[in-house]
T-cell receptor, first 114, second 113 residues
Framework: AQSVTQLGSHVSVSEGALVLLRCNYSSSVPPYLFWYVQYPNQGLQLLLKYTSAATLVKGINGFEAEFKKSETSFHLTKPSAHMSDAAEYFCAVSPTGGGNKLTFGTGTQLKVEL | DAMVIQNPRYQVTQFGKPVTLSCSQTLNHNVMYWYQQKSSQAPKLLFHYYDKDFNNEADTPDNFQSRRPNTSFCFLDIRSPGLGDAAMYLC????????????FGPGTRLLVL
């Protein structure tokens, strides 16, 4: 079964600093990969997704992620953190040829400090 | 705006008392999903409907049922809620094909007393 691992359940950065949230996937073939953000007491919102069209994917709110097959990674980055980026971030995987079911990682809580 | 709506946002029920959570969508998507998200955990897929076809996850307890009377609505029924069923329940929709984005509602937080 495919899965994703998010390293670091909590990440803290200063406002204006680089944001790096890590996600590694486990799959025999490259899957579809997603990053979602969840603000407190709200549903999940898609930030970006990898569907094999391009390895560097740009998303909303200045986030981007790079698919690296050799490292089985799909890390999320943002050059400059903003206070409004404080939220929980989930990496998710969906198998190719297996419908559209998502399996989520355990999430990373991002804290942005002044 | 097209969206996924969940009612109520907060639901309190008693141990063993049946409860129904509702989800509606204006996106006209053919797939609807129900996820359970316990505190500080990842969302976990319970089941989904592809049009009228119901697909249950292997580890979803029998206590959880679902109905989809039409394209727009989907219900989650918990027949006899236990304390362990307290969670956020998220509804999502998609067009169903691979790689299609799932659109989530705001969730219903269930409290079991």
């Amino acid at each position: 079964a495919q899965s994703v691992t998010q390293l670091g359940s909590h990440v803290s950065v200063s406002e204006g600093a680089l944001v790096l949230l890590r996600c590694n996937y486990s799959s025999s073939v490259p899957p579809y990969l997603f990053w979602y953000v969840q603000y407190p007491n709200q549903g999940l919102q898609l930030l970006l997704k990898y569907t094999s069209a391009a390895t560097l994917v740009k998303g909303i709110n200045g986030f981007e992620a790079e698919f690296k097959k050799s490292e089985t990674s799909f890390h999320l980055t943002k050059p400059s953190a903003h206070m409004s980026d404080a939220a929980e971030y989930f990496c998710a995987v969906s198998p190719t040829g297996g419908g559209n079911k998502l399996t989520f990682g355990t999430g990373t809580q991002l804290k942005v400090e002044l | 705006d097209a969206m996924v709506i969940q009612n109520p946002r907060y639901q309190v029920t008693q141990f063993g008392k049946p409860v129904t959570l509702s989800c509606s969508q204006t996106l006209n998507h053919n797939v609807m999903y129900w996820y359970q998200q316990k505190s500080s955990q990842a969302p976990k897929l319970l089941f989904h409907y592809y049009d009228k076809d119901f697909n249950n996850e292997a580890d979803t307890p029998d206590n959880f049922q679902s109905r989809r009377p039409n394209t727009s609505f989907c219900f989650l029924d918990i027949r006899s809620p236990g304390l362990g069923d307290a969670a956020m329940y998220l509804c999502a929709t998609s067009q169903g094909q691979e790689q299609e984005t799932q659109y989530f509602g705001p969730g219903t937080r269930l409290l079991v007393l």
